[in-house]
């Protein structure tokens, strides 16, 4: 199947970290992206990985990757109210020309 | 990061009218093009791929004569919504990739919101 699966909501209070995770399905994805989707705007790439890694750190981003179970995750750590956004996980599959395959997106609201 | 020009950011027309969505890709060149299209609430779902220089395939269920795409350059695709309905309704976006980098991280325009009256 081509499903792409996330929770749909998270909130946390600012100040400590998100965790937003991400399921998918077909083990030939190449690789795996985190977008951001504020408010009425388009999406914002915020950090990637390619498929033989496990784990990448960008900042406050942690992106982490279990390809056994097909699970990703990101964490934002020192979450602040700017980070209220909705956030998609997509896969990109190398033998389908880059098509994505987006999750459903999950909502991530901080309270102050 | 890769810059993407899209417009126009919003727009209202009236059923039965054409409306056409621009996408540039503006530092490198864009030999192919996703459209996607997001409903309210809903995640991006993609409606076709073009090609400069070639026709565009279309996802499964995206009607090839309402969503017609030109590839006219490598730095500029477009979407024209023919004879658009209230459910036409959407958030277009567009993402342009280069040649053989189709896994090089994926970037998007701002979108198109289109409502249809």
């Known amino acids: 199947g081509e499903d792409v699966e996330q929770s749909l909501f998270l909130s946390v209070r600012e100040g400590d970290s998100s965790v937003i995770n991400c399921t998918y399905t077909d083990s030939s994805s190449t690789y795996l992206y985190w977008y951001k989707q504020e408010p009425g705007a388009g999406l914002q790439l915020l950090t990637y990985?390619?498929?033989?890694?496990d784990m990448k750190q960008d900042q406050r981003l942690t992106v982490l990757l279990n390809k056994k179970d097909k699970h990703l995750s990101l964490r934002i750590a020192d979450t602040q109210t700017g980070d209220s956004a909705i956030y998609f996980c997509?896969?990109?599959?190398?033998?389908?020309?880059?098509?994505?395959?987006f999750g459903q997106g999950t909502e991530l609201s901080v309270k102050p | 990061g890769a810059v993407v020009s899209q417009h126009p950011s919003w727009v209202i027309c009236k059923s039965g009218t054409s409306v056409k969505i621009e996408c540039r890709s503006l530092d490198f060149q864009a030999t192919t093009m996703f459209w996607y299209r997001q409903f309210p609430k809903q995640s991006l779902m993609l409606m076709a791929t073009s090609n400069e220089g070639s026709k565009a395939t279309y996802e499964q269920g995206v009607e090839k004569d309402k969503f017609l795409i030109n590839h006219a350059s490598l730095t500029l695709s477009t979407l024209t919504v023919t004879s658009a309905h209230p459910e036409d309704s959407s958030f277009y976006i567009c993402s342009p990739a280069g040649q053989g980098n189709y896994n090089s991280p994926l970037h998007f325009g701002n979108g198109t919101r289109l409502t249809v009256t």
């Open positions: 990985i390619f498929s033989n890694m």
């Open positions: 997509a896969e990109s599959r190398g033998n389908q020309g880059g098509k994505l395959i």
